[in-house]
Antibody, heavy 116, light 107 residues
């Protein structure tokens, strides 16, 4: 069974940093491109970042480019999102999703709250 | 960036009815369009990809159509568990992947 489990979300002050993790199981992780998608409270879905299976092709949304870094550890079947210079508007549930372009498998999400 | 616009924002319907949700793209996305269902407190669930192909395990009462800039998701014989927000997403021209603002279906 495919499973994606996010962790690392918490309350952080503006300007702070945080690293989110997504543990994958039930499939050959290195074969799949992965995405981070976020959802602000009461709002819609916003794509954040994408990484290919080897970690060599990476894309970011304009809203996070230069502040967030996506990475992966295929040996440990894990996806990461390093978030820095966090802003109040980064407050959201962050989902990892198996890609590349259409996601049939999603984690349950982890809540990041950026507040003074 | 391709902008996706969904309408209406909210639909109130009765069990057993048929509903049609609309999604419009700011430029052609060919058939590279997906629909997701999101129930409260849950992750999105893929319903339709390539505009009209049902994802694994999705009931036949869900169907998608359209191409270019105009797409529809039709749900026939609505059931109580279909209460959710429905999002369309284009993957023709990316990055970025872009989603519509969602249509909330209330039953």
């Amino acid at each position: 069974e495919v499973q994606l489990v996010e962790s690392g979300g918490t309350l952080v002050q503006p300007g702070g940093s945080l690293r989110l993790s997504c543990a994958a199981s039930g499939f050959t992780f290195s074969f799949y491109e992965m995405n981070w998608v976020r959802q602000a409270p009461g709002k819609g879905l916003e794509w954040v970042s994408h990484i290919d299976g080897s970690g060599s092709i990476i894309y970011y949304a304009d809203s996070v480019r230069g502040r967030f870094t996506i990475s992966r550890d295929n040996a440990n079947k894990s996806l990461y999102l390093q978030m820095s210079s966090l802003r109040v508007e980064d407050t959201a549930v962050y989902f990892c999703a198996r890609g590349p372009r259409v996601s049939s498998f999603w984690g349950q999400g982890t809540l990041v709250t950026v507040s003074p | 960036e391709i902008v996706m616009t969904q309408s209406p924002a909210t639909l109130s319907v009765s069990p057993g009815e048929r509903v049609t949700l609309s999604c419009r793209a700011s430029q052609s996305v060919s058939g590279n369009l997906a629909w997701y269902q999101q129930r409260p407190g849950q992750a999105p669930r893929l319903l339709i990809y390539d505009a009209s192909a049902r994802a694994t395990g999705i009931p036949a009462r869900f169907s998608g159509s359209g191409s270019g800039t105009e797409f529809t998701l039709t749900i026939t014989s609505l059931q109580s568990e279909d209460s959710a927000i429905y999002y369309c997403q284009q993957y023709d021209d990316w990055p970025p992947l872009t989603f519509g603002g969602g249509t909330k279906v209330e039953i």
